[in-house]
């Protein structure tokens, strides 16, 4: 026999080796070799109960509201800021503006005609005063932020001068 032959004869013999053994090895039905065999699967959870459709309608409608709310793209998916409702409240009437050295005072006018000294952040009526300066006063409150300007009613402004005080 040539060497060829014989080289067929040898891939031949051991085809039939490797046939044997895998027709022969266990499976997942028949252990061998006192191996256990694999646990049987899970079974499936119940369905969960059922949910009447307004229900469930309302809920697919309160998820979507909540997804468009937060756009998928953005950095921050936060929702997209909204305006803040009307304010019922006024922001109180300015009347008048003091600026010393180490305090600024913003005074505000009440209905009844009482002056309210408000210093930088302390807040009078719901508005929480921001800044003060000689022109304006910032307040920012359930409207939103506001710039105030000193108004006078039936007023004339009057101008006071700073006081020398007499040196001992």
Not at 93 to 112: C, K, N, Q, Y
Request: charged content about 10%; glycine content about 8%.
């Amino acid at each position: 026999m040539s060497a060829t032959g014989r080289l067929w004869l040898l891939a031949a013999s051991l085809s039939l080796v490797l046939a044997a053994e895998i027709a022969g090895a266990p499976t997942r039905e028949s252990p061998a070799h006192g191996v256990a065999p694999l646990p049987a699967p899970a079974p499936a959870p119940s369905s969960p109960p059922s949910v009447p459709p307004q229900a469930r309608a309302k809920a697919l409608a309160d998820d979507t509201e909540t997804i468009l709310a937060r756009p998928l793209f953005a950095v921050s998916r936060r929702p997209f800021p909204t305006a803040p409702p009307p304010s019922a409240v006024a922001p109180p009437r300015l009347t008048g503006v003091i600026i010393a050295p180490g305090a600024r005072l913003a005074l505000f006018a009440s209905g009844e005609g009482k002056v309210t000294a408000v210093a930088n952040g302390h807040s009078i009526g719901g508005y929480m005063v921001r800044a003060i300066s000689l022109n304006e006063v910032i307040v920012s409150g359930p409207g939103g932020r506001h710039a105030l300007h000193v108004s006078f009613v039936h007023v004339t402004p009057h101008v006071i001068q700073p006081v020398q005080i007499a040196e001992q």
